[in-house]
């Protein structure tokens, strides 16, 4: 009983916070991975990436952030989106997610469900929240759709996080990474066995008011059980000073066997993990306004 009861209380206060779709955030990420397919850049599968993005925001203000940047394979053209949406606060929250799949040096053909897939379908999904409710009551909250996220031969500090790099350099020099009071990073929260870890390379009192907000549904068992050090497209942030928490679930499938590889398929995934991702950014945003 006692079990009964705390399960409806914790209903009764969901009420009052936001609450995300999962299960559209879900239908999003599938129609995303089905039409686009592997997706590096370069590829036809970026490109429908691209045109896929482009479509959902087309009524809203975005930002395409072309740039063209050496990499281990030569010169390349890499694209970020950024959907805008004004707040009455003096202050930007940025949600990112990157949207591309591995540049396929070692023949990877891989779909990334999850790894780009997921979290640009919960960003997709996120942007009905805001969308038609500008100026938002709070800080302006930028949706970051980054390009050239995955290294393209192998991990370093310079072949990785193309897109937020770049866009980090340029928000740097013109001002706008003063006005950015947290950066909310998404990826590969799709994963039906969701275990989001706490990244020690991410600000500690951001993450702690992302326990805040998973804790107010119940969500908190599924944050920061263990400990990472995760490099991603926050790293250029906090190394300007940027606040950021860096929400990546690294254990996917046994021993993360699925990630980078064929297996990351859209069977892997569920809506309540979406759901958890959604309704803990979300929260997590509403308390920033707050404070
Ligand atoms: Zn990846």
């Known amino acids: 009983m006692a079990a009964v009861a705390a399960a409806s209380l914790s209903c009764a206060r969901a009420e009052n916070l936001?609450?995300?779709?999962?299960?559209?955030?879900?239908?999003?990420?599938?129609q995303y991975v089905d039409s686009t397919g592997p997706?590096?850049?370069?590829?036809?599968?970026?490109?429908?990436?691209?045109?896929?993005?482009?479509?959902?925001?087309?009524h809203d203000d975005v930002e395409e952030d072309t740039f063209t940047t050496n990499t281990p394979a030569g010169s390349m053209t890499m694209h970020n989106f950024i959907v805008k949406f004004p707040g009455k606060k003096d202050g930007i929250i940025v949600v990112a997610s990157h949207y591309e799949t591995n540049y396929p040096l070692r023949n990877i053909h891989y779909v990334g469900?999850?790894?780009?897939?997921?979290?640009?379908?919960?960003?997709?999904?996120?942007?009905?929240?805001?969308?038609?409710?500008?100026?938002?009551?709070?800080y302006s909250v930028w949706l970051v759709f980054t390009?050239?996220?995955?290294?393209?031969?192998?991990?370093?500090?310079?072949?990785?996080?193309?897109?937020?790099?770049?866009?980090?350099?340029?928000?740097?020099?013109?001002?706008?990474?003063?006005r950015i009071k947290a950066f909310l990073l998404a990826d590969m929260l799709g994963d039906r066995d969701l275990d989001v870890q706490r990244d020690?390379?991410?600000?500690?009192?951001?993450?702690?008011?992302?326990?805040?907000?998973?804790?107010?549904?119940?969500?908190?068992?599924?944050?920061?059980?263990?400990?990472?050090?995760?490099?991603d497209d926050h790293i250029p942030f906090i190394k300007r000073g940027v606040p950021c928490a860096d929400l990546i679930d690294l254990n996917y499938g046994y021993d993360n066997a699925w990630w980078h590889t064929a297996d990351d398929t859209m069977d892997k995934l569920s809506a309540k993990s979406l759901t958890i991702a959604g309704d803990t950014i979300l929260e997590t945003i509403r308390l920033l306004d707050e404070r």
Do not use: C
């Open 18 to 30: 936001p609450q995300f779709d999962g299960a559209r955030a879900l239908a999003i990420t599938r």
């Open 200 to 231: 020690m390379n991410s600000t500690p009192w951001l993450e702690d008011l992302v326990l805040q907000a998973a804790t107010q549904y119940g969500w908190q068992s599924y944050f920061f059980q263990t400990r990472t050090y995760d490099e």
């Open 113 to 138: 469900a999850n790894d780009g897939g997921s979290t640009t379908g919960l960003l997709i999904e996120m942007a009905d929240h805001f969308r038609g409710k500008t100026p938002l009551d709070g």
């Open 147 to 178: 390009d050239g996220e995955e290294a393209i031969k192998s991990w370093s500090d310079s072949d990785s996080v193309y897109g937020s790099k770049h866009l980090a350099e340029k928000w740097q020099a013109d001002g706008t990474l003063r």
């Open 39 to 58: 997706r590096w850049i370069g590829s036809p599968g970026h490109a429908r990436a691209e045109a896929f993005i482009r479509a959902q925001f087309r």
